[in-house]
């Protein structure tokens, strides 16, 4: 079985400041993991996704995540917030093995950014 | 291509109305997932389809609540009959198996059942 752990529940930060979102598995084989954002009231959409090759992946508005094996983690990282990250953020992993690519997803971070 | 298409945006009905919600994913995929989305809850997995034959609908809440895919471009979520705690947004996502590229979803459907 597979598992996400999103530490924080809502996370505020300041415009310009760094933003980190923490991710941690639970995976018995080789994880395939993602990152998804929704703004109010939309879908959710795609940010960025690990599936094999170089651990250090970025994503779409400047964000990037990197995996870490040993430390079951795929924390989001962006240099300078922006107002427009205002969001939900979440963490998501899969497998070759699950079945129709089958996604389990975190609770989510939500993102307050202040001015 | 267009994305996943969810219709309605926005449903109202009251209680003990059926309800029934589409979804016509992209085109190519093979997989389609209804999700629910809560405050309380999070998002919730539904039911997913793998070439239009339902794998897994554990999530499903009750047997007031169906989903069909008849073919692989259309999908529905049914409710009857709707109670005030179906209320929620639903999304349905879809996907291209194999190869784990993650989910396309929808805009999503507000159901509100008063």
């Known amino acids: ?115 | 291509d267009a994305g996943v298409i969810q219709s309605p945006r926005h449903e109202v009905t009251e209680m003990g109305q059926e309800v029934t919600l589409r979804c016509k994913p992209i085109s190519g995929h093979n997989s389609l997932f209804w999700y629910r989305q809560t405050m309380m809850r999070g998002l919730e997995l539904l039911i997913y389809f793998n070439n239009n034959v339902p794998i897994d609908d554990s999530g499903m809440p009750e047997d007031r609540f169906s989903a069909k895919m008849p073919n692989a471009s259309f999908s529905t979520l049914k409710i009857q009959p709707s109670e005030p705690r179906d209320s929620a947004v639903y999304f349905c996502a879809s996907s291209y198996v194999p190869g784990n590229y993650g989910y396309t979803f929808g805009s999503g459907t507000r159901l509100t059942v008063v």
Request: proline residues 4%; charged residues 15%; contains cysteine.
């Open chain 1, 1 to 115: 079985a597979q598992s996400v752990t999103q530490l924080g529940s809502h996370v505020s930060v300041s415009e310009g400041a760094l933003v980190l979102l923490r991710c941690n598995y639970s995976s018995s084989v080789p994880p395939y993991l993602f990152w998804y954002v929704q703004y109010p009231n939309q879908g959710l959409q795609l940010l960025l996704k690990y599936t094999t090759g170089a651990t250090l992946v970025k994503g779409i508005n400047g964000f990037e995540a990197e995996f870490k094996k040993s430390e079951t983690s795929f924390h989001l990282t962006k240099p300078s917030a922006h107002m427009s990250d205002a969001a939900e953020y979440f963490c998501a992993v899969s497998s070759v093995k699950a079945a129709g690519n089958k996604l389990t997803f975190g609770g989510g971070t939500r993102v307050l950014v202040k001015p």
